[in-house]
């Protein structure tokens, strides 16, 4: 490591008309090189700054934990200020009073973490079951015959979606651990050079010099954090989650897919068993109809729900999606078999 700041780092906090702090300031920042365990440290406790341990990652799963969240979203529903002022009060208080417990987070409970691939994998399950029946009942298909294709539907799709959705997961998450690395090696290597980037960053978001170089500075003290913020604001990229998230994921999407997509068929079916042949004919597909509609609906309903979005809307764009893809399949079917008779 050198014993002072090279020329070239301060052309480098020069460029673009940035003022560089004082040699001793940027020494300081050049001990970083030095000073590696914090970037690897894993246990949470993060960084050593001011005379106490700073906290890595606690602070922020506490700040988003599912009641806090849910009470600040209902503030901001109500547009009541006052609320949203006492939730944030009510925390920051326990904080500067001492009373708050950094060893101990609170597991931020995100419903919304799932629901792309829930959705999606069930939208996908219910449709394109749903759009296969109604083919298969417009060409006249019988009961055995709808049933075999529709189930190897399922759990063939299921399957499907699901390995794509791991497969996707997994790579956005090789990618990011890839550029986290990358960082990481560059701080422990030049943090000055990465300094200097960010300030460039910040003053392209509209902070002054001054601002952007005491962001920078001060930031760059804890290097776990410095190195994830740099991930997401220098390249766009976010950290990387867990491992197992990928197959939480592609799990999620798999049991989805299989629970809704099983609705049109088992509908029929049970239809049949109760009713016979010639109950299944007249009203199976009407009742199969009914089920699958509903479910799509209730799908669109907690998708905006979670999204806080109209509620309504989803359920009734969903609907619409279902029935227009049940009609074209039935409409084919029917023109390959040459009418239902």
Known sequence: MPDR?????????????IPPRSPSALQKTSSLRSNRSPMNRED???????????????????????????????????????????VHADFAAKIASGQFDFSHPERTLDEGEYVRPAV???????STTFALLAGGVGVQLNITHLAALCLAQVFAGAFSMAFGEYVSSK??????????????????????????????????????????QS????????PKFWVEHMLLHEIGILPPSDSDDCWKS???MFCSFVACGLVPILTYILVFLIGGGDIVVQYGFYVAI???LGTLFLLGFAKNKIAESDPMMGG??????????????????VQIGGGTG
């Open 5 to 17: 700041v090279s020329s070239q780092d301060l052309n480098i906090m020069n460029a673009g008309g």
């Open 44 to 86: 949470g406790r993060g960084a050593r700054g001011g005379g106490r341990t700073v906290p890595s990652g606690p602070l922020t799963e506490s700040l988003l934990s599912k009641d806090r969240l849910q009470q600040a979203r209902r503030a901001f529903e109500a547009n009541d200020p006052s609320f949203s002022a006492n």
């Open 120 to 126: 999606f994998g069930g939208l996908d399950g219910i």
């Open 171 to 212: 790579a956005e998450r090789q990618i990011a651990m890839r550029e986290l690395n990358r960082e990481k090696w560059e701080v422990e290597n030049y943090p000055e050079g990465e300094i200097a980037e960010m300030i460039q960053i910040y003053m392209q978001q509209g902070l002054s010099v001054e601002d952007a």
């Open 215 to 222: 962001v920078a500075f001060t930031l760059s003290k804890y």
């Open 250 to 252: 592609s799990s999620a």
């Open 290 to 292: 009914v089920a699958s």
């Open 316 to 333: 009734f764009s969903m609907v619409f999606q279902g029935c227009v893809a049940g009609a074209i399949s039935y409409i084919i079917g």
